[in-house]
């Protein structure tokens, strides 16, 4: 796979974007007795707008090359901010066990879960209209 294929099928800016966000949910839904905390049960909202964001660039930039450039860049973002950025905290010195405690992977899975019906349903609902985007 040449670099000008692997560029058709992925936007690097907006898979940082997704593991940006993944990493801030993780801040938003962590206990208060960790730094840079919020402990919000509703942490996933940010979901929401950021994948109606994702839902729209595609829809307008790559009206025509179908779902694959969708699904290859929210999953280059999930690797990043689920996979890269806590084995990155193993690095700085936190446990593997730290990295990845079961609060931590259960709002990733309610953030994604949000993030992947709201990115589902605006895409289709925006492929569906796609002549009013041009």
Same mark, same amino acid.
């Given at each position: 796979? *040449?670099?000008?294929? !692997? /560029? +058709?099928?992925?936007?690097?800016?907006?898979?940082?974007?997704?593991? !940006?966000?993944?990493?801030? &949910?993780? =801040?938003?839904? /962590?206990?208060? &007795?960790? +730094?840079?905390?919020?402990?919000?049960?509703?942490?996933?909202?940010?979901?929401?707008?950021?994948?109606? #964001?994702?839902?729209?660039?595609?829809?307008?930039?790559? $009206?025509?090359?179908?779902?694959? $450039?969708?699904?290859? *860049?929210?999953?280059?973002? @999930?690797?990043? #901010?689920?996979?890269?950025?806590?084995?990155?905290?193993?690095?700085?010195?936190?446990? !593997?066990? &730290?990295?990845?405690? $079961? !609060? +931590?992977?259960?709002?990733?899975? @309610?953030?994604?879960?949000?993030?992947?019906?709201?990115? #589902?349903? @605006?895409?289709? +609902?925006?492929?569906?209209?796609? =002549?009013?985007?041009?």
């Amino acid at each position: 796979m *040449t670099i000008a294929s !692997l /560029r +058709r099928l992925i936007s690097l800016p907006v898979a940082l974007i997704i593991g !940006l966000g993944i990493h801030m &949910d993780w =801040h938003l839904a /962590r206990p208060m &007795d960790q +730094r840079l905390s919020a402990h919000l049960s509703a942490h996933w909202i940010l979901a929401v707008p950021l994948f109606l #964001g994702v839902a729209w660039y595609f829809a307008r930039r790559w $009206p025509v090359r179908g779902i694959w $450039p969708v699904v290859v *860049t929210v999953g280059v973002g @999930t690797l990043v #901010g689920e996979v890269i950025e806590p084995l990155l905290e193993v690095l700085a010195g936190d446990t !593997l066990a &730290d990295a990845y405690e $079961p !609060l +931590r992977v259960r709002a990733f899975i @309610t953030y994604l879960g949000v993030g992947l019906v709201i990115l #589902g349903v @605006t895409f289709a +609902r925006l492929r569906g209209s796609s =002549h009013e985007l041009q």
